[in-house]
């Protein structure tokens, strides 16, 4: 606290407030401070233009109004308050999950309405209401050439005959066959026409479809690169942990959040424990630092080994999901599966789904096990655990596509009897794009009903056992802990399934949202009922851009599939908007050719080399710049850090130099005194 | 503001009057304020109170109140944050967190878990990491710095009324 005659004029370092045109917010000191401030600058006279002072009271009122809205818009967030509860019992790393799962549900939202209001309340609309205005026009496309073999390649017809029992309704809902097969919900419903509104303007269904999918993942993209470059910056700055480590647990280690006395001291607990793991790894280091070379040379070479037992046993997995997948491929198009057994039935509709959750599962309980006897760091540890389990997910659903792309495509090769016709498998797929669809319907699905099926047979029980049962193991097993990672990954996981699957089936996003609400209430009760809060707790901000780097990550690999259907595969001929067409892409060109003379040159000279080259190379100029321009400002930081340094060593050595002429002096004025004393004695002696 | 005066009155309804227009010179003294549900856990709500009181006993007048709430929350600039934290860390009020500032800090963060030779190994690796000008105490300009580059503290810094 600031003495009285200093707290008018100086705050702490010393600036004059007088002429510091800061906002009052940002000034140190008290409501009497801030006041005298206040007034001093309003009687302050200041001669400035009529422009001037327009310009600064429109600025106070931008400024503002620009504040009341953001007090609006954080008033209509959803499920503020819950957020809030969680952060007071749990702290804001695992608040932060929720945070990312709140962005989701926005996100798929979002999607839903973008994908609704384009695509299908139009064709609905087109549909139901047959205005005279209106004429179904046939679009120009690729017509069929009569004489080749491809009559059969149009023959498509899911519709079912005669009496549908019951299970039948069932089967269809879980695993989007039958009724649902030709609704809305698939590609295959979606006619490949245009629609004449007007004279002049006609809605164009199959551009409509490729511009929205395309749109789609573009918004997504452009969403989450904003949301994450926030979360770079940061991690940016504090990129020299070991740095920093001790003194941004020391004095940024408190949460203030926390209100609850248990929480607080779970909270306590977990500093400390985090403090004494701290200096547990300095010794380990150092240790490992002492390490001889043979010593070095065992542990290397039984890295090198675990490694590529890790990748063998991913490969098996992989292995595995691609048999699945051709398995139940071939058992779905035998009639012998559709009318047996119920339950059999769907166990082959979701063999792929089972496989690949039951792979996700085991895999990190063994990797687990691995990184034990690996004898990394801890930190370490826990980045490839988490760096091998998210390669883990991803790439096993990019294995179920592969093995979907083999069986459709007849692995690439056309002059296979079952392609050579249609270029695309047309016997087992005659509208390969709803399979693709469904398939990844079923494992969205499937993933929910693991969820659920989880916390009811896993969590709910683990809580009564120790509840009840006070016996030494159970008590020492514990009670759920809320892994905070491995939740990230599920959800990642199934964000991922809903981009790659919303080019095939339009309303899956509505299913994502509607998925992901639920989740969030379920994963709300399941924290506040089944778990404590865990030992070592995720730093807030590092996990938010560990999230958003895995969302990321994940629509990368969705966008793979849906570019190469849209470029490379042949669409089916017996469904969907693109059944006239040789490749999906070929609808814009098309629709560009339609377009006046102007306009049609423009986009051709953006498309072409001519424009495509030095813009590639303009980039790179400008990364470079950038890359040179980061390290030179690290160097110039470098540099100052070292003068701070010297400048403080010259002020103790000047410090030194004035309390020794100080002393020299003294020395000085004792001798002239003693000299002037003696001198004077001498004179009085007469 | 009326929120937060509605809290002030609730800690001693009989001293606090509802009407401010004379300007009366109340204040709350520290047991009321550390009672507090939003500051009763806190660790360092003594040395919070009393960086935010006028006469640096921990007596609060509504002013101050209404100062520490306002540096707490959440549109409070990342500097002024680090200005009052510099504040309730520095225990010996030198404007300066020293060895022994850093051992009181530590010792409430942990509730004395820690052994003496533990707390003694944080603190000097705490100096090391921050200390800039090498006087084996931080000033407020070490503090500072390497307040920026700690990416939680806006987020830990929080009161919620």
């Known amino acids: 606290v600031e003495e009285a005659e200093n707290r008018e004029t100086q705050d702490q370092d010393g600036y004059w407030l007088e002429d510091d045109s800061r906002p009052l917010k940002e000034i140190p000191l008290p409501m009497q401070g801030k006041r005298a401030v206040r007034d001093r600058r309003q009687m302050k006279i200041q001669i400035i233009s009529s422009w001037e002072s327009w310009k600064k009271s429109h600025l106070k009122s931008l400024k503002r109004f620009q504040l009341e809205a953001a007090d609006v818009l954080s008033r209509m967030e959803v499920w503020k308050s819950s957020l809030h509860k969680i952060e007071g019992k749990f702290g804001t790393g695992i608040q932060s999950y929720f945070n990312f799962l709140r962005f989701l549900v926005m996100l798929n939202f979002a999607m839903f309405l973008l994908t609704a209001a384009v695509l299908v309340i139009p064709n609905i609309v087109f549909m139901t209401v047959d205005l005279q205005g209106w004429t179904l026009l046939n679009t120009t496309g690729m017509m069929e050439n009569p004489d080749s073999k491809s009559g059969n390649c149009s023959l498509y017809n899911p519709t079912q005959e005669g009496l549908v029992s019951f299970y039948t309704y069932i089967m269809d809902l879980l695993s989007g066959t039958g009724f649902l097969e030709l609704s809305y919900l698939f590609y295959g419903y979606y006619k490949d026409t245009d629609v004449g509104l007007t004279t002049a303007f006609s809605y164009n269904i199959p551009l409509a479809y490729l511009l929205t999918s395309l749109f789609y993942l573009l918004v997504s993209l452009i969403w989450l690169v904003r949301r994450s470059v926030q979360g770079f910056k940061l991690n940016l700055v504090s990129s020299d942990e070991a740095l920093t480590n001790y003194s941004n647990k020391v004095f940024a280690g408190w949460d203030f959040c926390i209100i609850q006395e248990k929480a607080t001291q779970l909270k306590h607990n977990s500093i400390h424990y985090e403090l004494q793991m701290d200096l547990e790894e300095e010794a380990i280091r150092e240790k490992i630092a002492e390490w001889t070379t043979r010593q070095k040379f065992c542990i290397y070479s039984l890295r090198l080994l675990l490694n590529l037992l890790v990748i063998g046993l991913l490969g098996a997995s992989f292995f595995c999901i691609y048999i699945a997948t051709q398995y139940s491929q071939i058992l779905l198009n035998q009639d012998s599966v559709a009318s047996s057994n119920f339950f059999l039935s769907l166990l082959v509709q979701y063999l792929p789904s089972i496989v690949i959750t039951a792979a996700n599962f085991t895999m990190p309980i063994l990797f687990n096990i691995i990184i034990g006897i690996e004898k990394y760091s801890r930190t370490t540890e826990i980045k490839l655990t988490l760096l091998r389990s998210v390669f883990l997910r991803l790439a096993s659903l990019g294995m179920l596509l592969f093995s979907l792309w083999t069986e459709i495509t007849c692995a690439g090769d056309m002059d296979e009897s079952d392609c050579s016709g249609c270029h695309y498998n047309y016997r087992r797929y005659p509208c390969w794009e709803t399979r693709i669809g469904q398939e990844m319907y079923k494992l969205i699905i499937f993933d929910f009903i693991t969820i659920v099926v989880v916390m009811l047979l896993v969590d709910f029980p683990r809580k009564i056992l120790v509840q009840h049962c006070s016996c030494k193991p159970v008590q020492l097993w514990g009670q759920q802990e809320f892994l905070v990672p491995q939740n990230v990954l599920d959800i990642v996981y199934g964000q991922t399934i809903c981009w790659i699957g919303t080019f095939y089936s339009p309303l899956l996003p509505l299913l994502n949202t509607v998925k992901y609400f639920i989740i969030f209430y379920l994963k709300k009760l399941t924290l506040f009922v089944n778990c404590r809060p865990a030992n070592r707790t995720f730093r807030a901000s590092s996990s938010n851009f560990f999230f958003l780097v895995v969302l990321l990550m994940g629509l990368i690999l969705s966008c793979v599939p849906v570019l190469y259907s849209i470029m490379v595969i042949t669409p089916s001929k017996g469904c969907g908007p693109f059944r006239t067409q040789q490749k999906i892409w070929d609808i814009l060109p098309n629709s560009i050719e339609g377009l006046p003379r102007v306009t049609r040159e423009f986009l051709f000279f953006i498309g072409s080399q001519a424009f495509a080259v030095p813009l590639f190379v303009l980039s790179c100029i400008l990364l470079f710049y950038v890359v040179s321009l980061a390290g030179a400002y690290g160097q110039r930081v470098n540099l100052l850090k070292a003068q701070l340094q010297r400048e403080e060593q010259d002020k103790h050595f000047l410090v030194k130099q004035i309390a020794e002429m100080g002393r020299a002096n003294q020395k000085n004025n004792n001798n002239r005194v003693s000299f002037f004393s003696s001198l004077m004695k001498t004179v009085d002696k007469p | ?161």
Do not use: W
């Open chain 2, 1 to 161: 503001i009326c929120r937060l005066h509605g809290r002030y009155h609730e800690l001693a309804p009989n001293i606090v009057p509802m009407d401010y227009t004379n300007e009366p010179d109340v204040k709350l003294p520290i047991q009321l304020i550390i009672n507090m549900p939003e500051l009763k856990e806190n660790p360092f709500k003594q040395r919070i109170v009393e960086a935010f009181s006028e006469d640096s006993q921990g007596n609060l007048s509504f002013n101050d109140f209404v100062d520490m709430f306002s540096v707490l929350s959440e549109t409070a600039p990342r500097e002024l944050k680090a200005i009052y934290a510099f504040k309730i860390y520095d225990f010996n009020t030198d404007n300066y967190i020293c060895k022994s500032d850093l051992e009181k800090t530590l010792t409430k963060l942990t509730r004395e878990e820690l052994t003496p030779e533990e707390v003694t190994l944080v603190c000097e690796k705490v100096i090391e990491e921050a200390d800039l000008d090498g006087d084996g105490k931080l000033a407020f300009a070490d503090f500072e710095n390497m307040i920026s580059r700690a990416p939680d503290f806006l987020r830990y810094t929080l009161v919620r009324y």
